[in-house]
């Protein structure tokens, strides 16, 4: 399988969140085989997700997540990114921190199993996969300041 961003939507990103989102792609292609299908993302007008796959004959399958399915896992991870940039400036403790990576894990858990529900009738893609696809989902629709990215970045690659 491989990974790619709709390009309409890369048009409106800085030269910075489009290094983001080509870390995250990277992340996503690394263990893939390139082979089809393609899953390429974009952004549905309400804010939520479009996804469409590729398959090797050229036949596409749309699958629209809308954003009220997906507006709560946003929010919870926009806030946790936020508390964690802050951790990193000193504002928490080492307890706290440890409390705030656990919350990130725990979103990405239900953001996953949520985005391999929403594909499975399309192409089947593991937890690990969905976790880092959510990511990228996350990153194309954030609306979050650079410097709280980067720091996301650093706290690695979902586990």
Known sequence: MKFRIDPTHLSRVTPDRQRELEEALLDLNSEGDGAAPTLVCGLLPDGGIAFAVEDA?????AIPLPYPRVMRL??????????????DLGAFGMRDFETLDY????????????????LRAATAIDLAQARRLFTLVFLLSSDLPEEVIRTHRRHGVPT
């Open 74 to 87: 946003f929010r919870e991870y926009k806030d946790v990114i936020g508390r964690l940039a802050r951790a």
């Open 103 to 118: 919350a990130k894990k725990l979103v990405h858990d239900e953001a996953g199993t949520l985005l391999r529900k929403t």
């Open 57 to 61: 004959e050229g036949g596409v399958a």
